[in-house]
């Protein structure tokens, strides 16, 4: 599976949109990317999934550049609820394996 | 919403001794997960199964993992000898029979080793 690179940390103002960028330059054809979240030491969360168009859904919407080889997953009005590890993993769901390879995703603070 | 749920969500117990963890996946879903994170780490794929049967497992998952689907609700993981290093968050993960269906995780048992 394809490895992603994010930022370690950001920053967001509540009610603002929040923003987050994923790498996945060496992603296959037929891999999607995933997007999830970690609340403290709750189970991972699943957010939003796509292949190549943009997906919206009612948590967040997944922008995935023409080339593929990036991604932006976009909280449109961040709240405090929404401070969490963010993990963004690319897999292929087909002929390939199916475990979910966590990175050190990205910590996203909202602030008051 | 359907969810994922996880028994007990802390578990204490003294090294070398036996330890279940159980899981109910979410219903009608025929893929099964077990991860694990230790505290300060990065969640990590111990076993996927799938058709009562073991599909894919990491080097973590040892001969002294074993999983089960007893009575086709409950999934459970057991850990035959347990070591201080096992102590970690475990989760479960169901996901449904479409290829590109997510995973859903439960909020995990606490895995406590004295």
């Known amino acids: 599976d394809a490895k992603t690179t994010q930022p370690p940390s950001m920053d967001c103002a509540e009610g603002r949109a929040a923003n987050l960028p994923c790498n996945h330059s060496t992603i296959s054809g037929n891999e999607y990317v995933y997007w999830y979240r970690q609340i403290h030491s709750q189970g991972p969360q699943y957010i939003i999934h796509?292949?190549?168009n943009n997906e919206t859904n009612e948590m967040a919407s997944l922008i995935i550049t023409e080339d593929r080889k990036s991604s932006t997953l976009i909280l449109p009005h961040a709240t405090l609820r929404d401070t969490a590890v963010y993990y963004c993993i690319v897999r292929a769901p087909q002929g390939g394996s199916e475990k979910l390879v966590f990175g050190k995703g990205t910590k996203l603070t909202v602030n008051p | 919403e359907p969810e994922v749920t996880q028994t007990p969500s802390h578990q204490v117990t003294q090294m070398g001794q036996e330890v279940i963890l159980r899981c109910v996946p979410i219903?009608?879903?025929?893929?099964f997960y077990w991860y694990r994170q230790i505290l300060g780490q990065k969640v990590e794929f111990l076993v996927s199964f799938y058709n009562n049967e073991i599909s894919e497992k990491s080097e973590i998952f040892d001969d002294q993992f074993s999983v089960e689907r007893p009575d086709g609700s409950n999934f459970t993981l057991k850990i035959r000898s347990t070591k201080l290093e096992d102590s970690a968050m475990y989760f479960c993960?169901?996901?449904?029979?479409?290829?590109?269906?997510?995973?859903?995780f439960g909020d995990g048992t606490r895995l406590s080793i004295l």
């Open positions: 796509g292949l190549k």
């Open positions: 219903s009608n879903h025929l893929y």
């Open positions: 993960a169901s996901k449904g029979d479409s290829f590109n269906q997510p995973q859903h």
